[in-house]
């Protein structure tokens, strides 16, 4: 590495010499070990520039293995990609997946090498020209899916030597989404070389125009200065064309940040929705139940990963029943043992609830450590939907159909069961309710326990998003008052309502104001708007409100 | 009853007996509280620096004695606990502090009671003062190298400066853009992003970012983002498929501790600027690791770069108090300067007479096993610099604590005090 500083620091030609000098000394070291060795060729000399530990070297390299048509070629670029590429013994191996060596200049499989080998250092650059040389080489691979990422490569690359592949590739493609891909990298490639006709030119304009994307435009509105004025003219158009497509896709992507934070806020808040919102308990520790709950898909990654490593997928869905559980326990413990002496005194209980959110902190440092713990995403939640010129995470899709549907089911719990009666009925007038034997102190202690339970699996689909830190919940619990109080205390339908409209007025704000000034905009809108309507946009209405 | 307060006058009299046969070191980092993350293994490592330099015998034939406080992420209580420290437990030097915040909280306390503060973490700059030596790396140690890394070595064009909003991330972005400027980097070229403390939502960022990127000229990002806002923006970076190969974002705050935390594998490839890597392969780290995993018996436990700070720190303050004889600050702060020893990246730090170090650059890559692969370094220790010379307001200035007995002597007007 020091080696590879000090290279690059060296004027050119001085690099060169080294390079060649070093190439004929290994050359000759290697030709006295083997007598029997085959005459060097294009490709044995570029896999011995793999041993030089050196990222230009490896860099020319690639390139040489590329352009060289050895057999062997796919299979040394794709393992110096996953670093199964090993030198050593003046050799370069590659290591199978099934775990076999073979000699990357023969083919031949080598038995147990005795000495050391390592695995050749790749860095960006190097990262680069792997992606570039493997998908001029794999434009013809049987495997459709794989022609599709090679032909995203080459776009890319725009590698004008990859154009007879690509014309070979377009002329027997079957497959249309392929076919699409392989004609915009044709065109990206024909855009910007040199000798290429009018009429090629005019035609790739035409398909980067279809194309209509961030990366078209770039090629577009980047024309080297040779382009004729022809060309120039008509990518203009198809530029000023694609950015008005942009622009107004831009605002339907601006709404789905919204909505995908609205449903976050949402997660967040509506456990305390019930808590705060139908119970008037001002719960300081609310944020604390959403870690614990975050804790627990921790644990169970944990648990699958040592014991069920083929359950990984599904460890989310697990995680939820079990986070519900512990942050529902807790919450039913933390109501019994302290809130239900101090109803009716909310300055106490904000006091104590704080309290108890400290030690809970506290507790789950000493016992996990203060760093972050790390929660893994399953892959069907990994990646991106690409609808028009928007991009979806299928992480948001899943956290705001997961939201929605938390929120569907609290609301059928509290309408239309026999707990969800109670509890609306204690909330309403905790004195009548008794009075008709419903048991008000049991009741209040399920329903903390529902919200806290519903925080908990909020902290599931947070562990998606955000650190799994003891500090995870205080950085909700504002936010989360902040919607409940919105959208007007002890309503369901206020809540989510309030967290639609922050999310989606913050994301609409963000790009314009900036994060921070975006988010003081919108304290202040909340203070105005809780000064005009105390009691938030759904207020409740009658005796309750007095009560 | 006499018998009782004989044996608690004895006792009281024992412990004042050992309490003069101790040199006292006191610990000033955040053991509860958002910083609890990043300052817990700092404590450690103290603790484990004052247990080595017992077993090799204490200091001018005394026992050191850590005295650990836990000022909880609060600025204020940081400047109360170094008070109790250096008036109370009359401690004869402090390591200990984070952010910036907590430095300035406690600088008033450090000048009034005249005691001496070590400083571990990488900074702004800006700041020179006669009571605290500055171990972490200053702009021009860590940030400008970034950058001309990525416009070498990765030919990069277009800057996107994200950090958090609060006074390291300004002055570092200020310090960059002016640099960045005077290298012929137009304006249009530069975005400058700064989001709140902890922000969790960075989806319009990112996507900005993206489209800041795609504009045909290759794009980096430097990141000041602190602490716990870091892992969602590179989850966010994940899932939105910005690859290091497309966009290489480079972060000055993100080290080993930090990516214990997130799935690496859809960050290999990003970079990260520091003085020391745990994966540096020196003699020297290889028996701090082993120590390190041995006293926190913890075999995974990972190293990062500010602990190497209080390595090098310690190593310094022992060796000055040995030099002067003594643990008197005035002594000490006189007889530090030009200290030198041994860092564990295989190069020979010295105390400058700015009271900040010489220190090499790395520039590492993010690897599949949350360790950074080291793709280049400088090849000679880089001095650190307490003004930076790409602002306006600090170019003139220089701090020189052995000859001009000054912070920020203004070289154009020849006076102290800018």
Redesign the interface.
């Given at each position: 590495?020091?080696a590879?500083?000090?290279a690059?620091?060296l004027p050119p030609y001085e690099v060169h010499f080294m390079i060649v000098l070093r190439n004929f000394l290994q050359a000759f070291v290697l030709l006295l070990g083997m007598a029997s060795a085959a005459l060097a060729g294009p490709y044995e000399e570029a896999l011995l520039k793999f041993t030089n530990d050196s990222?230009a070297d490896t860099d020319a390299a690639i390139a040489a293995v590329a352009v060289s048509g050895n057999p062997l070629a796919v299979d040394v670029v794709e393992a110096l990609r996953d670093g199964r590429l090993l030198v050593g013994l003046e050799h370069v191996f590659v290591r199978r997946t099934s775990g076999d060596l073979i000699n990357a200049a023969t083919g031949q499989t080598w038995g147990n090498p005795t000495g050391e080998l390592k695995s050749v250092?790749v860095?960006?650059?190097v990262?680069?020209a792997i992606?570039a040389a493997l998908g001029s080489l794999t434009l013809l691979s049987p495997d459709a899916a794989r022609r599709l990422e090679a032909a995203r490569a080459v776009f890319?690359s725009r590698d004008e030597a990859a154009l007879p592949a690509l014309e070979k590739a377009i002329a027997q493609e079957g497959h249309v989404p392929v076919r699409n891909a392989l004609e915009t990298a044709r065109a990206a490639i024909l855009l910007s070389k040199q000798d290429a006709l009018h009429t090629q030119k005019l035609a790739a304009v035409e398909t980067l125009r279809d194309r209509g994307d961030?990366?078209a435009?770039?090629?577009l509105?980047?024309l080297p200065s040779h382009a004729p004025l022809e060309v120039m003219s008509a990518a203009g158009k198809a530029a000023e064309g694609i950015r008005a497509r942009l622009a107004f896709w831009q605002a339907f992507?601006?709404v789905w940040?919204g909505i995908?934070?609205g449903s976050?806020l949402l997660l967040a808040a509506i456990g305390l929705a019930i808590t705060f919102g139908t119970m008037g308990v001002i719960n300081m520790a609310h944020g604390e139940m959403v870690m614990l709950g975050a804790y627990t898909t921790f644990m169970v990654q944990e648990v699958i990963r040592s014991y069920f490593p083929g359950l990984f997928g599904a460890s989310l869905l697990i995680a939820l029943p079990l986070a519900f559980l512990v942050a529902g326990s807790v919450g039913v413990l933390i109501e019994r043992a302290v809130i239900r002496f101090l109803y009716g005194r909310p300055l106490e209980t904000l006091l104590a609830t704080w309290g108890i959110s400290l030690i809970l902190?506290?507790g789950v440092?000493t016992i996990f450590g203060?760093?972050?713990?790390?929660v893994?995403?399953p892959a069907w939640m990994?990646?991106?939907l690409d609808i028009g010129a928007m991009?979806l995470?299928?992480?948001?899709i899943a956290i705001v159909l997961f939201a929605f549907s938390v929120f569907a089911i609290l609301l059928l719990v509290l309408r239309y069961t026999s707990l969800g009666l109670y509890v609306r009925a204690v909330t309403q007038n905790r004195r009548m309710a008794g009075s008709m034997g419903i048991r008000t102190s049991r009741i209040d202690a399920l329903a903390f326990g529902l919200g806290s339970g519903v925080a908990g699996i909020a902290g599931v689909a947070l562990s998606?998003?955000?650190?799994?830190?003891?500090?995870l919940g205080?950085?909700y619990i504002i936010d989360s008052f902040m919607v409940v109080v919105f959208g007007g205390v002890g309503n369901l339908w206020g809540t989510l309502v309030g967290a639609m409209t922050l999310g989606i007025a913050?994301?609409m704000l963000?790009?314009h104001a900036?994060?921070?000034l975006g988010?003081i905009a919108l304290l202040i809108a909340i203070i105005v708007f809780i000064q005009r309507r105390p009691r938030g946009l759904f207020a409740l209405k009658g005796r309750a409100v007095e009560a | 009853m006499a018998l009782a307060a004989a044996a608690l006058v004895s006792s009281a009299t024992a412990q004042a007996a050992q309490a003069e046969e101790t040199i006292k070191v006191g610990v000033l980092h955040s053991l509860?509280g958002?910083m609890?993350?990043s300052e817990?293994t700092l404590k450690d490592v103290m603790l484990m620096l004052v247990e080595e330099q017992n077993k090799k015998g204490g200091l001018l034939g005394k026992k050191l004695e850590a005295v650990v406080v836990d000022p909880a992420s609060n600025w204020p209580l940081f400047a109360e606990k170094a008070r109790e420290l250096v008036s109370q437990h009359k401690v004869s030097a402090v390591f200990g502090a984070w952010t910036s915040v907590s430095r300035k909280s406690v600088l008033p306390v450090f000048k009034e009671l005249n005691s001496i503060l070590f400083y571990p973490v990488q900074y702004e700059g800006e700041e020179s003062e006669r009571n605290v030596f500055y171990t972490g790396a200053a702009p021009n140690q860590q940030a400008i190298p970034a950058v001309d890394y990525l416009a070498k070595?990765?030919k990069v064009e277009r800057w996107v400066l994200a950090g958090t909003?609060y006074v390291y991330p300004r002055t570092t972005n200020k310090i960059l853009e002016a640099y960045l400027k005077s290298n012929g980097v137009k304006a249009e070229d530069i975005m400058i992003?700064?989001?709140?403390f902890?922000?969790?939502?960075w989806?319009?960022?990112v996507?900005?970012i993206?489209?800041f990127g795609?504009?045909?000229?290759k794009t980096a990002v430097v990141s000041t983002i602190n602490g716990?806002a870091n892992?969602?923006f590179y989850?966010?970076l994940?899932?939105?498929?910005v690859k290091?190969?497309?966009i290489?974002v480079v972060a000055f705050s993100v080290g080993e501790?930090?990516l214990?935390?997130?799935?690496t594998k859809?960050l290999v490839?990003h970079l990260a600027a520091w003085n020391y890597f745990q994966s540096v392969d020196t003699p020297e780290n290889k028996a701090f690791i082993e120590k390190w995993r041995a006293y926190t018996k913890n075999p995974k436990r990972v190293s990062n770069d500010p602990m190497e700070a209080h390595v090098i720190g310690f190593n310094m303050w022992v060796k000055a108090v040995e030099k002067a004889g003594t643990t008197d600050p005035d002594k000490v702060i006189d007889a530090i300067v030009g200290i030198k020893v041994p860092n564990l990246t295989g190069g020979v730090s010295e105390m400058l007479p700015n009271h900040h170090i010489t220190k090499p650059v790395l520039i590492g890559?993010i690897k599949e096993d949350g360790q950074f692969?080291?793709?280049?370094?400088t090849?000679d220790l880089v001095a650190g610099d307490a003004w930076s010379k790409h602002l306006d307001g600090s170019k003139d200035l220089v701090a020189d604590w052995q000859t001009l007995k000054c912070g920020n002597y203004n070289t154009v007007t020849k006076k102290c005090g800018s």
């Open positions: 590495m020091r590879a500083a000090a690059l620091t990222y250092r860095n960006n650059r990262r680069r992606e890319r961030q990366e435009l770039a090629l509105s980047n992507q601006n940040y995908s934070l976050v902190q506290q440092r203060p760093t972050n713990r790390e893994g995403t990994s990646g991106a991009s995470t299928y992480n948001r998606q998003i955000d650190n799994v830190s003891p500090n205080q950085s913050n994301k963000e790009p900036g994060a921070v988010k | 509860s958002t609890a993350i817990t070595e990765e909003d992003s700064y989001t709140p902890g922000h969790s939502d989806q319009t960022i996507a900005d993206k489209k795609s504009s045909g000229k716990d892992v969602p989850k966010e994940a899932n939105q498929g290091a190969t497309d290489p501790e930090e214990a935390g997130i799935d859809p490839g890559e692969d080291t793709v280049w370094q090849d």
